[in-house]
């Protein structure tokens, strides 16, 4: 169900201090070959799953839109130079993860209007039975995020690849213990020090959405810092 994302939400030190947290048990890195990482806006992959990502070592990528809807009343960057900014961010943040050689598979959607049969049908192309499929959660929050995963959820069930969802809004509007989040499902992936720093310099890529385009309110900054410190912890979480 769409949850409102409005206000400063949960802070971090809330979830940190929760002591279920550590207690989910750690995900098993053995995927017999590159996951698929689905992202309904270029970052949301970096912010949910960048350090599995940098440990793996290789990933493909899915940009289901290039995130042109950001900033809608933006009075610096017109729509189509947002895609091109975006997309550009995906790419420099994939290759400070190590990343070069990922296949991006960019689908083109319009940011804020998934067509969710179309996504289901391109992931299917792209799955085998067994592989990983990195995607966000279905009860996300936003729209795209649902739309995504239920999307993800329909292509490995049909494909027999297997679903790994990650949240990332769900930081924003639930707190600690909500009973609508599936925490049974919850599972730790422990950073490096060296997956911690590759992370936050991939986060550092987009500075269309961590930083302010301009002084307008228009302009502001899509993930100010007490959202960001959401995507700083030593591990990353996704519900098998
Ligand atoms: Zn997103």
């Given at each position: 169900?769409?949850?409102?994302?409005?206000?400063e939400g949960?802070?971090?030190?809330?979830?940190?201090?929760?002591?279920?947290?550590?207690?989910?048990?750690?995900?098993?890195?053995?995927?017999?070959?590159?996951?698929?990482v689905?992202?309904?806006?270029?970052?949301?992959?970096?912010?949910?799953?960048?350090?599995?990502?940098?440990?793996?070592?290789?990933?493909?990528?899915?940009?289901?839109?290039?995130?042109?809807?950001?900033h809608?009343?933006?009075?610096?960057?017109?729509?189509?130079?947002?895609?091109?900014?975006?997309?550009?961010?995906?790419?420099?943040?994939?290759?400070?993860?190590?990343?070069?050689?990922?296949?991006?598979?960019?689908?083109?959607?319009?940011?804020?209007?998934?067509?969710?049969?179309?996504?289901?049908?391109?992931?299917?192309?792209?799955?085998?039975?067994?592989?990983?499929?990195?995607?966000?959660?279905?009860?996300?929050?936003?729209?795209?995020?649902?739309?995504v995963?239920?999307?993800?959820?329909?292509?490995?069930?049909?494909?027999?690849?297997?679903?790994?969802?990650?949240?990332?809004?769900?930081?924003?509007?639930?707190?600690?213990?909500?009973?609508?989040?599936?925490?049974?499902?919850?599972?730790?992936?422990?950073?490096?020090?060296?997956?911690?720093?590759?992370?936050?310099?991939?986060?550092?890529?987009?500075?269309?959405?961590?930083?302010?385009?301009?002084?307008?309110?228009?302009?502001?900054?899509?993930?100010?810092?007490?959202?960001?410190?959401?995507?700083?912890?030593?591990?990353?979480?996704?519900?098998?």
């Open positions: 169900m769409v949850k409102p994302i409005v206000d949960t802070p971090e030190q809330r979830w940190r201090a929760w002591p279920a947290m550590s207690a989910w048990p750690p995900l098993a890195l053995d995927p017999a070959e590159p996951p698929l689905v992202a309904p806006h270029p970052d949301d992959e970096i912010l949910g799953v960048a350090g599995l990502m940098a440990m793996l070592g290789r990933a493909d990528l899915v940009a289901v839109t290039d995130g042109e809807a950001s809608p009343h933006s009075t610096v960057h017109s729509p189509t130079e947002l895609a091109a900014i975006r997309r550009a961010e995906t790419t420099e943040a994939l290759s400070r993860l190590g990343l070069r050689g990922t296949a991006v598979h960019r689908l083109g959607q319009p940011d804020g209007d998934i067509h969710e049969s179309i996504v289901t049908k391109e992931l299917t192309a792209l799955l085998t039975p067994g592989r990983w499929c990195l995607s966000t959660w279905r009860e996300d929050g936003h729209p795209d995020h649902e739309a995963g239920r999307a993800a959820a329909a292509a490995c069930a049909a494909t027999g690849a297997r679903l790994l969802e990650y949240p990332i809004w769900t930081w924003h509007w639930a707190a600690p213990g909500d009973p609508a989040v599936p925490w049974h499902r919850a599972r730790r992936i422990e950073l490096t020090a060296e997956a911690r720093f590759a992370k936050a310099a991939a986060i550092a890529a987009f500075p269309s959405q961590i930083a302010a385009l301009g002084p307008a309110e228009a302009d502001a900054a899509i993930l100010p810092p007490h959202v960001l410190a959401r995507f700083t912890r030593p591990f990353e979480v996704v519900f098998t």
